[in-house]
């Protein structure tokens, strides 16, 4: 067990108005990661974390931020939400296969169901 | 084209029966390669990951091809709790740029 929590697990918003969700990790894990998941799409980065205070740009990054102030809390912003940020948002921790593996996997939180009306 | 294909299904089986699923990449440069299992409003937890010499993890086989760049995933005596969604997850670059496939859906019947 990755010790991944995410909050909130539901959240309905109207547009316009900004929704921040949390992860918090319990491993002390370097790297950490937001992806969002639509029917047709599969799962998408939208920021990653390699370290406090160091995020970078995924694939659709476009109307999120990120910050990381800690080790074990990555925030997702959505300053102001729009309905095509309607989905479902994963955060996924790296760590290793297993202790004879070199793969770095991801482990993911339950993820947060947002519903932007 | 996409990077990373699958066959959506649903691939309806009945229980005992073998499927597999194939996923075709398109970077012949990617360097792992994964299988996850996600039920229905779930997340994705790794099944296994893909070895070039092919890997066997229980009823669960994972082959590679780089010449014709696909994975595969076999299941034998298909169980109902088998019963979800598989995605196709390849690593290109650097440890960051991970891709996965839409999903491919499995229900296994009585």
């Known amino acids: 067990d990755a010790g991944i929590t995410q909050s909130p697990r539901h959240k309905v918003t109207e547009t316009g108005t900004p929704v921040t969700l949390r992860c918090h990790q319990t491993?002390?894990?370097?790297?950490m990661y937001w992806y969002r998941q639509d029917p047709g799409h599969g799962l998408r980065l939208i920021h990653y974390s390699y370290g406090v205070k160091d995020t970078d740009k995924g694939e659709v990054s476009d109307g999120y931020s990120v910050s990381r102030s800690k080790t074990e809390d990555f925030l997702l912003t959505l300053e102001s939400a729009t309905s095509s940020q309607t989905s479902v948002y994963f955060c996924?921790?790296?760590?290793?296969?297993?202790?004879?593996?070199?793969?770095?996997?991801?482990?993911f939180g339950a993820g947060s169901r947002l519903t932007v009306l | 084209r996409k990077e990373v294909e699958q066959d959506p299904g649903p691939f309806n089986v009945p229980e005992g029966a073998t499927v597999a699923f194939n996923c075709t990449y398109s970077n012949s440069a990617s360097q792992s390669f994964f299988w996850y299992r996600q039920d229905c409003r779930k997340e994705p937890k790794l099944l296994m990951s893909?070895?070039?010499s092919g890997n066997e993890d229980g009823r669960f086989t994972a082959q590679l091809n780089r010449a014709s760049q696909y994975i595969s995933l076999l299941i034998r005596d298909s169980k109902l709790s088998d019963s979800a969604t598989y995605l196709c997850v390849v690593l290109t670059g650097g440890g960051n740029k991970l891709t996965f496939g839409t999903g491919t859906q499995l229900k296994v019947e009585l």
């Open positions: 893909v070895y070039s």
């Open positions: 996924a921790i790296r760590e290793r296969a297993g202790l004879d593996s070199g793969a770095n996997v991801l482990t």
């Open positions: 491993e002390n894990h370097r790297y």
